[in-house]
C-alpha cells in the first residue's frame, strides 16, 4: 500500500471513530483537510429556512463566523456556495466552477471583502444528507495560494465521502428514535430517567423517575424543569448546557447529587441522545439516567453479557468500563493500551451487540442483569 493510500485509510478510521465519539469530529476533519493540502476542513448543517444548525470546521477563529453573519453570508441569496451548493446532488463534489462567488462579491462587496480577509478563495464541497427539512454538507476550504484541488486531491477527497457519509448515518441511528419510543426502552429496564430538551425541561420521564422526582429527594421538577442537588460547582443547566450546544465538545457528562433524606450519593449520567447532524437548531435531547453508584451491578451485567455474546477478555472489560460511565480515553489509559485499540475493540463491542452508542449499549446490557 502505498503512503498516500495508507494517509486516506487513516482519515477513513478517523471519520470511522468520530462516529462513535462525537469529540472525535473536529480530529477527523482536521485530519482530511491535511490529507488534501486544504485550509481547513468543515462539517456544515443547514434548516430549511437556510439557518446554519451546526458549523464544525477546523482551525478557524470563532469571530469569523460572527463576521460571516454580519456580512449576510449566512444568506443563500447572497453566498452562492450555499445558494447552489445545498441543491447540487447528493454525494457529488460541486467546486467554485460550479458556484458564482466573483459575482456574490460585486453584489455584495462586504461579503467580497470577507471572503479575502478569512482566506476563502476556494471551496469543494459535497452534500452528503438531504431530508427536506436539512442540509447536511461536507468541505474542504482553501486560500488563493492554494487554488483549487489537483485531480489527485480531488481524488481523495471524493474517495472520504462515502465514508463519512456512513459515519453521520450511524450517529443518527439512536437519534432516529422518538422520545416516546426512547423512554419506553427505557422504562423496560426499570431505569430511573428523564428525557429533556436544551433547556432542561422534561419531556417524558420512566415510572420510576416521576415516582423519584415526588419523594422531594434529589431530583425535583418544576415548571416541567428537571433540577438536581448537585454536590460539586456544576449543576444540571450548566452539564445540559455544555451537551446541547452544536458543537460536538462532549456528547456525555455525569454528576454527583445527594439525598437529603439519608446524604447518599446518587449518580446522574446524562447522555446526548440526538444528533447535531439532523435535529433542528436547539432542539437536543439529553437523557438523564440516575442510579446508586453500583459498581458490582455493572460488573454483574457485564460478565452476563460478555457470555452471551462473545466478548473476548478485553472486550469484556472495556464493556464493564463503557457501562460504568467511562470515555474512550479514561478506559485505555485505566487498562494502559492505546487509544486506537480501545476504539477498535469499542467497534467490536458495538458490532457483537448492535448498539450504536454508549447510552445503546447500556440499554441493550442492562436487560441481562
Request: include cysteine; proline fraction near 4%.
Amino acid at each position: 500500500m502505498s503512503r498516500t493510500e495508507e494517509a486516506l485509510r487513516e482519515v477513513i478510521l478517523a471519520f470511522q471513530d468520530a462516529a462513535l465519539d462525537d469529540e472525535l469530529w473536529m480530529r477527523a476533519l482536521k485530519k482530511m483537510a491535511d490529507l488534501t493540502g486544504s485550509m481547513y476542513g468543515q462539517l456544515i448543517g443547514f434548516g430549511q429556512t437556510g439557518h446554519v444548525a451546526f458549523n464544525w470546521i477546523t482551525e478557524v477563529p470563532p469571530e469569523m463566523f460572527v463576521a460571516l453573519a454580519a456580512v449576510g453570508g449566512n444568506d443563500p441569496q447572497v453566498n452562492s456556495r450555499i445558494r447552489l451548493g445545498t441543491r447540487a446532488p447528493l454525494l457529488q463534489v460541486v467546486d467554485e466552477a460550479d458556484f458564482e462567488t466573483d459575482a456574490d462579491s460585486r453584489k455584495c462587496p462586504a461579503y467580497g471583502d470577507h471572503l479575502l480577509k478569512w482566506e476563502s478563495s476556494y471551496v469543494a464541497c459535497t452534500n452528503l444528507i438531504r431530508d427536506g427539512s436539512a442540509t447536511v454538507g461536507l468541505s474542504v476550504n482553501r486560500n488563493a495560494r492554494q487554488g483549487g484541488l489537483s485531480s489527485e486531491q480531488r481524488r481523495l477527497f471524493e474517495a472520504l465521502i462515502p465514508h463519512v457519509h456512513s459515519a453521520i448515518r450511524l450517529r443518527s441511528a439512536w437519534a432516529s428514535k422518538s422520545a416516546a419510543t426512547t423512554m419506553a426502552s427505557i422504562q423496560a429496564l426499570g431505569v430511573t430517567a428523564y428525557l429533556c430538551d436544551a433547556q432542561g425541561q422534561v419531556l417524558a420521564l420512566t415510572r420510576s423517575g416521576e415516582a423519584l422526582a415526588l419523594e422531594q429527594g434529589p431530583v425535583s421538577i418544576s415548571g416541567r424543569r428537571l433540577q438536581v442537588r448537585s454536590r460539586g460547582s456544576d449543576d444540571l443547566a450548566c452539564a445540559i448546557a455544555r451537551l446541547s450546544g452544536p458543537s460536538p465538545l462532549a456528547s456525555s457528562a455525569t454528576l454527583v447529587a445527594e439525598d437529603p433524606r439519608t446524604a447518599a450519593a446518587i449518580v446522574c449520567d446524562l447522555f446526548r441522545v440526538s444528533d447535531p447532524t439532523s435535529e433542528p437548531l436547539g432542539s437536543a435531547r439529553i437523557l438523564v439516567v440516575v442510579r446508586c453508584d453500583d459498581a458490582i451491578c455493572q460488573e454483574r451485567i457485564a460478565t452476563t453479557a460478555a457470555q452471551i455474546f462473545d466478548f473476548t477478555p478485553a472486550e469484556a472489560e472495556v464493556a464493564h468500563a463503557l457501562i460504568s460511565g467511562r470515555t474512550p480515553e479514561t478506559i485505555a489509559q485505566l487498562r494502559r493500551t492505546s487509544l486506537s485499540t480501545t476504539r477498535s475493540q469499542i467497534r467490536s463491542i458495538y458490532e457483537k451487540v448492535g448498539a450504536s452508542s454508549q447510552i445503546g449499549l447500556l440499554s441493550l446490557l442492562s436487560r441481562y442483569r
